[in-house]
Nanobody
Framework: VSLAESGGGLVAAGRSLTLSCTIWGLGFSDTAMGWFRQRPGDEREWIAA????????TYADSVQGRFTISKDHRRSALLLEINNVEPADTGVYFC?????????????????WGRGTQVVVSA
């Protein structure tokens, strides 16, 4: 099993950004997935989760309204769209996957992790 994030980089504040996470070795429709973020100097935090089917989504209060999580079943890719990016969005973004749970919001519930993609937002 492997997960690989992409789409990070340097982006100007106010722009939009879409991160992608491709997964191999697991049935995409069988996995609940999520995004986590680690800002400089902080612990890794959960920010968004999506159910196995993709129909149920939930977000941390800190990103509600600007972040959208989705599943592209055709490409077996997890997406995170960030609108109106802010300097506070700077950090490393990780995707994670788990089996046997409909939707997961806690780090300990996830079994598989990507290595992360760096996002830097310039003011």
């Amino acid at each position: 099993v492997s997960l690989a994030e992409s789409g990070g980089g340097l982006v100007a504040a106010g722009r939009s950004l879409t991160l992608s996470c491709t997964i191999w070795g697991l049935g995409f429709s069988d996995t609940a997935m999520g995004w986590f973020r680690q800002r400089p100097g902080d612990e890794r935090e959960w920010i968004a989760a999506i159910s196995r089917s993709g129909k149920t989504k939930t977000y941390a209060d800190s990103v509600q309204g600007r972040f959208t999580i989705s599943k592209d079943h055709r490409r077996s890719a997890l997406l995170l769209e960030i609108n109106n990016v802010e300097p506070a969005d700077t950090g490393v973004y990780f995707c994670a996957a788990t089996l046997g749970i409909m939707i997961a919001t806690a780090e300990k519930e996830y079994s598989y992790w990507g290595r992360g993609t760096q996002v830097v937002v310039s003011a």
